[in-house]
């Protein structure tokens, strides 16, 4: 058996067990699969996904606010937390989330101060695997937060928001494609996240789409512990209807989608 043999998938098989098997990576003696089947200079550059026409059609954000809580109390004492109020968080809170989550920090200069290249871009606040940074976050605000209401999404190089679909309906549907969670309904805002799954496949093929989800659960953490840490209570959600989502934010589904969702307000 080499490594591109495939299991087939019958009646009896789980679909999600078949995948993943057939994206292991095995060592052989003579013959062995690079993990990198396509060399950097090849790749195509990272595609930042836009939803406004130019800069004018963003909403800058207020720099991030630091979180001065320590790292290990915040690690240690964070929990799922669903009592919360319905008050709204202002744009400062939202900024400041979003910058932790997948921000680029340091103004995009890496580690060395060298400006990032075109199939490198600007690091981000979590690991991402050869640098492809296929993660899309969206804010869903139903008017308890400091959008005035609406689906928006994060434009991290600019460090801004851009529209969406700013109807009230539109927040709405997507609050209930979460199946209509009570809690739900004094939540400020939902903080979902995508991916765009060619950028890190076409790197790394079959895999990439295990490393997506790697990528996405850094960042939900990096999201949980800067709303712990601000005072804000949130909670990971992973069951929502995904067409419904992926249509209202313009994901085809196939190609690009919305992978899980954390629910985010002011404690009672």
């Known amino acids: 058996m080499t490594f591109y043999d495939r299991v087939p998938i019958s009646a ?3 679909l999600a067990e ?21 060399a950097d200079a090849d790749l195509p550059p990272v595609d930042v996904r836009s939803y406004a026409s130019d800069i004018d059609g ?22 799922s937390r669903r009592d919360l109020t319905g008050t709204a968080l ?12 997948y921000g680029v920090p340091n103004g995009g200069d ?27 976050w969206f804010v869903v605000d139903r008017g308890l937060g400091g959008l005035g209401g609406g ?23 997507a609050f209930a494609a979460f199946l209509d969670q009570p809690f739900l309904d004094h939540a400020a805002a939902i903080f979902m996240v995508g991916a765009q799954f060619g950028r890190t496949c076409v790197k790394y093929g079959e895999r990439g789409y295990r490393l997506i989800l790697l990528e996405a659960g850094h960042a ?33 589904g ?13 404690l009672a």
Do not use: C, K, W
């Open 12 to 14: 009896e098989e789980d």
């Open 18 to 38: 078949v995948y993943h098997g057939n994206t292991r990576f095995y060592r052989y003696q003579e013959e062995r699969r690079p993990i990198d089947e396509v």
């Open 58 to 79: 963003r909403q800058g954000l207020p720099a991030p606010q630091p979180l001065s809580s320590a790292l290990t109390a915040t690690i240690m004492t964070r929990t």
């Open 90 to 101: 202002n744009l400062a809170d939202i900024a400041t989330l979003l910058a932790h989550t």
């Open 110 to 136: 890496g580690d060395s101060g060298e400006a990032a290249s075109p199939t490198m871009p600007p690091r981000r606040t979590v690991p991402s695997a050869g640098a492809r940074y296929p993660l899309e």
């Open 151 to 173: 689906i928006h999404h994060y434009h991290p190089p600019s460090h801004a928001l851009e529209v969406v679909d700013r109807r009230a309906q539109a927040a709405d549907a």
């Open 220 to 252: 939900m953490q990096n999201l949980q512990l800067a709303a712990h840490a601000a005072g804000l209570g949130a909670t990971a959600l992973g069951g929502f209807i995904d067409d419904e989502l992926n249509a209202l934010v313009a994901m085809d």
């Open 254 to 266: 196939p190609d690009e989608g919305i992978l899980a969702a954390v629910a985010i307000g002011q």
